[in-house]
DNA sequence: ATAGGGTTAG
């Protein structure tokens, strides 16, 4: 009998497990016919006295509890109940996990009198098994029938009250435990630990070292696991003074070789800033687990040295999911998407189960390279793993489909999100603003729930993406009525509409204010402020910024050479460049334009074929299209047109059209119309819809008398259906704008400008040459 | 009862 019922029941059990796996992935699926049949079944098997065999017994027991658990998920209270009747009749019914299920079960179908009941009639006067219950309950995810339980206990010890204050705790209910921590009458250290990890666990750092400092006043002595929590609590918010005499403490009381003490206080001298000591707690350790070696990789990628982190993941003894995700999200961070994504392949590949934080790095990366194969296969494996649903996972995912140009596949996800955080928000009307969808976006940002500094600066940064800057300073304005304090990321977005704006004034202003705010010399405020200066034309005000600040990276500097490059300023350019040289700044592409549009404008000739060649023998850098653009016109300018043509026949990359433009362009100056046919024939047939080519042409032809030509030109534009775009400048006297376009003159003082002007050339013509 | 990793904005 016992095979032969071990096979059934096996069966049974089998196809009562499947069907519940079922019933998780689709709730609509309505089992009632499966369970009656499979319930049929069970109880034809039910032979009284054939399951006293011990395998069979067992498969009866689990048969029971699975099919229990099957009642409490699709809430069939009256197959429960009879189950119950069985379970008791058998005398399974106070068996673990028969009796868990019925505590579920009856939770489920909304019975929490039965439930109670028969936890007092199978679990009476035992704390051991009161705590048990508790935990068992709470682990399966009904802490509140956990704690409810707890309140009917009889009694209860030290261990009760941890417990409950724990549970409650892991499941973010912080206010609830602090309440219960409250009501216990009897505090250990134990209980005030778990309280402190509470707070620290749900950002509450704050709370969490008042909560120490209760202890201490208590008369309690902290234990390892304590100080683990004090110091986590303190590089949470920056509490660094309290810190260093808790370190004081851990010495005195010689936890000072605790693992996971150590393992803490790495991480709190890198949230210090203070790699140095965090490598030394490292190299002092005598013992050391995956947690130290993942806080030491942690170290080098703050230090920002990659290579090192790298090498330290090469070489460690062990890793795991964390290790991984601490690569991919620190690859991602660094702008090494690519690598980030190779990493993420090899970390599936190498066995590991991607978690939540690997997904939302690797989401991230795919997104900034804009490679929607790879984001949508990411995000079939977060279905796989059942994620979809994760805050932090589903706002990288909405960034991915939008940066892709896929906001509407974004907004199904938003949509499909129970539980959308301020995050969430945020990303889906940046992804609007990124896709271009104004409309939608500023809807969506008239429908937040709450708004934070971020919120405004998807807004703001939005507008400037969309080149829209007026809207800029009106969204800027709006926030500071709003009541919210602009971050250096605001400013950093406001300044750069105010350089592409005709208005010094407003950026001028801006500057006072980040001088209030403090922020004025901030590595990010500050060199959008060298930019807006240097393109509003006030150089000295940018230059002053500029050497105010106390530290700059390679966009600072590139703000600030490119800015007295195009201000005329050539040879001071060139001299920043050389003084940027001495720091550790290397040149970047950018930088090189700068510089060879310097050089280009003091006739530097040599200077910039040195420059040039500098890039790819001392930099590694390939010089790129606008590079050589930037050489060709270096040569037009210096009247050399001939080099210049030999010049792009001897590139090794296809010349872009302003490459020729360059060239055509000089040849205008220098009056070259036998290069100028050429160059403009090549600029024409690169951009077929652009002006440049045929107006320069036509100004060539018109500096060498060739007036027949120029009609020429003309026409074919006219017949190619091409119109001039004019050009247009501006001036701001007070509140007032005076705009002034190439193909009109229609200012309504326009006599006297121009009457002005005629007297004001001669005087402008020297300087100009 | 613990320590290491996560999303948006420049």
Same mark, same amino acid.
């Given at each position: ?14 196809? %009562? ?56 998920? /699709? ?37 929490? %009198? ?23 309950? %709470? ?127 790495? /991480? ?28 030491? #990789? ?271 300023? %050539? ?62 016109? #270096? ?33 205008? /100056? ?88 005629? #007297? ?10």
């Amino acid at each position: 009998m016992g095979a032969k019922n071990k096979v059934i029941f096996g069966r049974i059990y089998r196809s %009562a497990t499947s069907c519940s796996t079922e019933s998780q992935s689709n709730p609509k699926f309505s089992s009632s016919i499966s369970i009656a049949s499979i319930f049929k079944s069970f109880k034809r098997k039910l032979v009284v006295g054939s399951f006293h065999s011990t395998p069979s017994f067992k498969s009866y027991v689990e048969t029971c509890a699975s099919l229990l658990r099957r009642c409490s998920c /699709t809430h069939r209270l009256l197959s429960g109940l009879a189950l119950h009747g069985h379970a008791v009749k058998c005398g399974i019914s106070s068996d673990r996990s028969v009796f868990t299920k019925l505590l579920t079960m009856y939770s489920e179908c909304n019975r929490p %009198a039965d439930q109670n009941r028969i936890f007092i009639e199978f679990a009476c006067s035992d704390i051991f098994s009161w705590n048990f219950m508790i935990t068992d309950l %709470a682990r399966s995810g009904d802490i509140d029938t956990a704690s409810n339980l707890f309140d009917q206990m009889p009694e209860r010890n030290v261990v009760s009250w941890t417990i409950i204050i724990d549970e409650l705790v892991k499941r973010g209910r912080v206010r609830d435990a602090l309440g219960y921590f409250d009501r216990c009458p009897c505090h250990t250290v134990v209980s005030y630990t778990a309280m402190m990890n509470g707070f620290a666990r749900n950002g509450m750092y704050l709370d969490g070292l008042l909560m120490f400092r209760r202890m201490i006043r208590y008369g309690l002595m902290p234990n390892e696991i304590t100080f683990t929590c004090v110091i986590t609590a303190c590089g949470g918010c920056g509490e660094f003074d309290f810190a260093n005499s808790v370190v004081g403490m851990i010495i005195k009381n010689v936890f000072g070789q605790n693992l996971s003490v150590c393992n803490s206080l790495i /991480t709190l001298y890198l949230r210090m800033g203070d790699a140095g000591m965090a490598r030394k707690v490292f190299n002092g350790m005598v013992e050391r687990d995956v947690v130290s070696w993942t806080a030491l #990789l942690d170290v080098y990628f703050q230090m920002g040295d990659l290579k090192e982190a790298r090498h330290v993941f090469n070489e460690m003894p062990d890793r795991n999911e964390v290790s991984w995700s601490m690569m991919i999200a620190r690859y991602s961070q660094s702008g090494e998407a690519v690598e980030a994504l190779w990493l993420f392949k090899h970390m599936l590949c190498n066995g590991f189960k991607p978690n939540i934080s690997s997904f939302a790095s690797v989401i991230s990366a795919s997104a900034s390279l804009e490679n929607l194969l790879h984001g949508r296969s990411v995000h079939s494996h977060v279905v796989k793993f059942g994620c979809e649903n994760d805050i932090f996972v589903a706002s990288s995912l909405i960034d991915m489909y939008s940066k892709c140009g896929k906001s509407d596949d974004a907004r199904w996800i938003f949509d499909s999100l129970s539980m959308k955080n301020i995050v969430c928000w945020n990303a889906m009307v940046g992804g609007y603003f990124y896709d271009g969808r104004m409309v939608e976006a500023k809807h969506l940002f008239m429908q937040l729930p709450e708004r934070n500094a971020a919120s405004w600066n998807a807004m703001i940064s939005g507008f400037v993406q969309n080149e829209l800057y007026e809207d800029v300073l009106e969204t800027f304005n709006e926030m500071l009525t709003s009541g919210q304090v602009p971050s250096r990321m605001t400013f950093s977005s406001v300044l750069l509409a105010c350089a592409s704006l005709p208005s010094l004034e407003k950026g001028k202003n801006l500057h006072a204010k980040t001088i209030k705010l403090g922020i004025a010399t901030e590595i990010f405020v500050g060199t959008a402020l060298t930019d807006m200066y240097a393109k509003s034309g006030d150089i000295e005000s940018s230059k002053s910024v500029f050497c105010m600040m106390p530290e700059k990276n390679e966009v600072s500097w590139t703000a600030m050479i490119q800015g007295l490059a195009d201000s005329g300023l %050539a040879e001071e350019s060139l001299a920043l460049f050389e003084d940027m040289k001495k720091t550790d700044i290397n040149p970047s592409e950018p930088m090189f334009l700068s510089i060879l549009f310097a050089c280009s404008h003091c006739r530097l000739v040599d200077k910039g074929f040195h420059y040039f060649e500098s890039m790819d023998k001392v930099y590694g850098i390939t010089p790129k299209e606008r590079h050589y653009t930037a050489m060709v016109d #270096l040569l037009s300018r210096a009247g050399l047109l001939r080099e210049a043509e030999d010049f792009i026949k001897k590139m090794p990359i296809q010349p872009e059209a302003n490459t020729w433009a360059a060239l055509l362009s000089g040849c205008v /100056t220098h009056g070259n119309d036998g290069i100028g046919e050429r160059a403009a024939k090549m600029v024409i047939e690169l951009e077929r819809q652009s002006t440049a080519g045929y107006v320069l042409l036509s100004n060539i032809y018109a500096s060498v008398g060739r007036w027949k030509d120029v009609a020429k030109v003309r026409t074919l534009m006219r017949e190619t259906g091409i119109t001039k775009g004019g050009g247009c400048s501006w001036i701001q006297i007070r509140d007032c704008f005076h705009a002034f376009y190439s193909w009109d003159s229609n200012h309504p003082n326009a006599l006297e400008i121009y009457e002005v002007l005629e #007297l004001l050339i001669p005087e402008m013509i020297p300087c100009m040459l």
